[in-house]
Structure formats: structure tokens, C-alpha cells
């Protein structure tokens, strides 16, 4: 349960889990970043191309 106490041997276990894993870095968050920049970039680039183009030089 959450309110019951731990012995330290499992604390120290879970410590150690959580040191690996920060230690790791924030290798998800700069794929969704990088998607989701690539994503933002695409529709720019789709709509500059399809329609500031298309539409010509103003006069």
C-alpha cells in the first residue's frame, strides 16, 4: 500500500532504478520534440507551396 513503510534495502533498490534511469537522459523528450518540429516545418513548407505560390506576386 502507499502508506505502509519500506525497508531501506528497497529503498535503496528503487534509488538505484531511478539514478539509472535519470543518468539515461532525456533521449524521449528530444524525439517528440524533433517530430514535433519536423511537423511544424512540413506545414509551413506545404503551405508556402501550395498556396503562397500558386497565388503569385501581388502587384
Same mark, same amino acid.
Not at 2 to 24: L, M
Not at 43 to 53: A, E, I, P, R
Given at each position: 500500500?502507499?502508506? %505502509?513503510?519500506?525497508p531501506? $534495502?528497497? %529503498?535503496?533498490?528503487?534509488?538505484?532504478?531511478?539514478?539509472?534511469?535519470?543518468? =539515461?537522459?532525456? =533521449? $524521449? /523528450?528530444?524525439?517528440? /520534440? $524533433?517530430?514535433? %518540429?519536423?511537423v511544424?516545418?512540413?506545414?509551413?513548407?506545404l503551405?508556402?507551396?501550395?498556396?503562397?505560390?500558386p497565388?503569385g506576386?501581388?502587384p
Amino acid at each position: 500500500m502507499i502508506n %505502509t513503510d519500506t525497508p531501506d $534495502g528497497d %529503498t535503496a533498490v528503487r534509488d538505484q532504478k531511478v539514478d539509472d534511469i535519470v543518468a =539515461s537522459g532525456p =533521449s $524521449g /523528450a528530444i524525439v517528440v /520534440a $524533433g517530430i514535433a %518540429t519536423a511537423v511544424v516545418i512540413a506545414m509551413w513548407l506545404l503551405f508556402y507551396f501550395l498556396v503562397f505560390l500558386p497565388r503569385g506576386a501581388m502587384p
